[in-house]
């Protein structure tokens, strides 16, 4: 059985971790690795397991071979995708090989009950007023370098005023309540490249207590890191390369191409190449049962010193 879970992706990710309860599945979504799939979906000698593979970060040319091994999967095995917003292709095989649960996200009519559904959810009473300047904080157009304020960083402001001593006046909210974009895999990374291992260190640990699971943060710097290791061939061949080639030729949007040109012109084949090696040698320790939060410090810790500049 393979689900897929499309829409808000806060939404999505909450859908799909009930799901994984319902399944007795433990709630660890893993990166969207063919090898690590496989071998989580198969089973063994106690039947079949199950996988909750997170797509979110899935570049084009990563689906095919994805799709091969969930298409020579047993029936009986478990795989939820989490898929916000998926492509044309994907969404097509969806429709013939999965089941879907679309979860958008509610509509400005439908934004003000779900303040108030959620806030009641952590047993909080908001007034009316309330719910609405909360509702209307989230959505707008946004940009790629700021992008709209989604559902997780509401969800976090209204567990902060369950903290708040009564009563819970709209002038306190407006006080309390600071939404900020939430922290990105590509955060941590451009921490790093910048040398400021401090604050490299103080977003993997933002990112853990939010409830991310280490091996899916090792899997997001993974993912960058292999992106920065294919512009820094591109640049050797064309050291002017823009970041719409870019973008195409890395499947990223043309903002993420272009920061990530900007890495890759930073650094060295060398240096590169040992940043990968630290993160294989800590997602290997972290699949093997070694301490997952250890083997994500330990790779930081290595990669902060790559980036470190070479004495003169």
Known sequence: MIQVFTGDSFLAREALLQEASLQGLPPR????????????????????????????DLAEAEWKPLKEVLEGLPPEAV???????????????YAE?????????????EMTNWVVNRARHYDLKLPGAIASY???????????????????????????????????????????????????????????TEGKATQAFKVARELLERGEDPLRILGALSWQYVRVARAWALLQDDPL????????????????????LLLAKKMSGEAITQALEALLEAEEAAKTGRDMRL????????LARVHQPMPR
Request: hydrophobic fraction near 45%; include cysteine.
């Open 241 to 260: 390369m823009g970041e719409g080639v870019a973008a195409s030729a890395l499947g990223m949007h043309p903002y993420a191409a272009k920061q990530t």
């Open 97 to 109: 090989k999965a089941q879907k649960r679309d979860h958008p996200t509610p509509g400005p009519k």
């Open 134 to 192: 909360l509702a209307g904080l989230v959505g707008g157009k946004g940009s790629a370098e700021n992008p709209a304020m989604g559902l997780e960083a509401l969800d976090q402001e209204l567990r902060k005023l369950c903290l708040a001593s009564p009563p819970i006046t709209l002038e306190k909210v407006q006080a309390l309540v600071a939404l900020d974009t939430p922290i990105s895999g590509f955060d941590l990374v451009r921490s790093i």
């Open 79 to 93: 795989v939820l995708l989490l898929d916000p917003r998926p492509t044309a292709a994907r969404s097509k095989w």
């Open 295 to 302: 083997a994500l410090e330990r790779a930081l810790a290595t």
């Open 29 to 56: 979504l893993m990166p969207p690795e063919p090898a690590l799939v496989a071998q989580e979906a198969s089973g063994g000698l106690f039947g079949p397991s199950g996988a909750l593979v997170d797509l979110r």
